[in-house]
């Protein structure tokens, strides 16, 4: 619990810093508090990154364009051949159906 405070202490520390040192802002919005959150993850990282900028990015989700264009290609292409399969499959299905409601008919009439 004690650390959990300290921790606490050194954050808000931190905190107060950044405002101070950033006096034109006056009033924090979203964005800010979003970056000042991200720069105090970044301060309490024990293993610092080599590039806070990446750190950053990681964690808000971004990764690079070809990263992303590349995942979502491989995403489609798994997705397109499920597709497939599942088009074939209800084909089959539908066909089947056909020949049993085609049996049953000739059944009822009999």
Not at 7 to 32: C, G, H, I, M
Request: aromatic letters at 6%; hydrophobic letters at 35%; proline letters at 3%.
């Amino acid at each position: 619990m004690a650390h959990h405070t300290v921790s606490e202490a050194r954050r808000e520390q931190f905190r107060r810093y950044l405002e101070k040192a950033s006096p034109t802002v006056r009033t924090p919005d979203q964005s800010t508090e979003h970056l000042l959150f991200f720069l105090v993850a970044l301060y309490e990282d024990t293993e610092k990154p080599n590039n806070a900028s990446d750190f950053i990015k990681h964690q808000l989700g971004v990764g690079t364009e070809a990263e992303d264009a590349e995942s979502l290609r491989l995403k489609l292409n798994t997705l397109q051949q499920k597709y497939d399969q599942l088009m074939e499959e209800n084909k089959e299905l539908r066909s089947r159906v056909r020949t049993l409601q085609a049996c049953s008919d000739a059944a009822t009439t009999v």
